[in-house]
């Protein structure tokens, strides 16, 4: 499987596929290479005022935008 994004502004693109085995890619890394960038909204509750374990931490991912570089066109991904 492969991810292919194109700014459909200036026609940058990248073509995002795992080179091992384990299916698994250095997707912002792979980003980076080409010229494009990308932000995370990360939506993090807390139980308690202090967290003793990972489960006094609810996270989870709003969004991620990702922008070329070149031109400063982006595109949100809602989750």
């Known amino acids: 499987m492969k991810i ?3 700014c459909e502004k200036c ?3 990248v073509e995002i596929e795992p080179e091992r085995i384990g299916n ?10 080409h ?3 990308c932000d995370y909204d990360i939506d993090v509750d807390l139980a308690d005022d202090v967290v003793s ?3 006094d931490v609810d996270a989870e991912l709003g969004e991620i935008c990702i922008r070329c570089n070149n031109c400063g066109e982006y ?5």
């Open 4 to 6: 292919i994004i194109e």
């Open 11 to 13: 026609h940058n693109r």
């Open 24 to 33: 698994t890619v250095g997707f912002e890394q792979a980003l980076m290479e």
């Open 35 to 37: 010229n494009f960038s």
């Open 53 to 55: 374990d990972a489960e």
């Open 75 to 79: 595109i949100r991904l809602f989750f």
